[in-house]
């Protein structure tokens, strides 16, 4: 229906940047034929600007789940911070660990 040709290779960028302010911000995006081909912002899916119809369809298809929009932005607003966060307080004890020259 979407004809994409198989197998599909699909390349996933996900993550967070945790901010001094206590901001986060959360990013997640998907490239196809090695190009930018969607993004997940404001709990939907969007295409990227340079993508096709197909990318459209995608997200008009990925958007009808709410679970797994709901389960993505759960992932990157609340999982990803709360695990970068765990893992800075675990290498506080090396970086703070005054060694001498």
């Known amino acids: 229906q979407m004809h994409f040709g198989y197998p599909i290779e699909v390349q996933v960028r996900a993550g967070c940047e945790l901010h001094p302010n206590d901001t986060v911000e959360s990013f997640l995006h998907a490239a196809y034929g090695g190009s930018h081909f969607l993004s997940f912002r404001d709990m939907s899916w ?3 600007p340079e993508g ?5 369809n995608v997200c008009d298809l990925l958007n009808q ?7 993505v932005h759960k992932l990157l607003t609340h999982t990803c911070p709360r695990f970068a966060l765990g893992l800075f307080d675990a290498a506080k004890v090396d970086y703070k660990r ?3 020259p």
Do not use: L, M
């Not at 096709?52 to 459209?56: G, I, K, N, P, V």
């Open 46 to 48: 969007v295409p990227a």
């Open 52 to 56: 096709d119809s197909r990318a459209q």
């Open 65 to 71: 789940y709410e679970g797994i929009r709901e389960t």
């Open 98 to 100: 005054q060694v001498k």
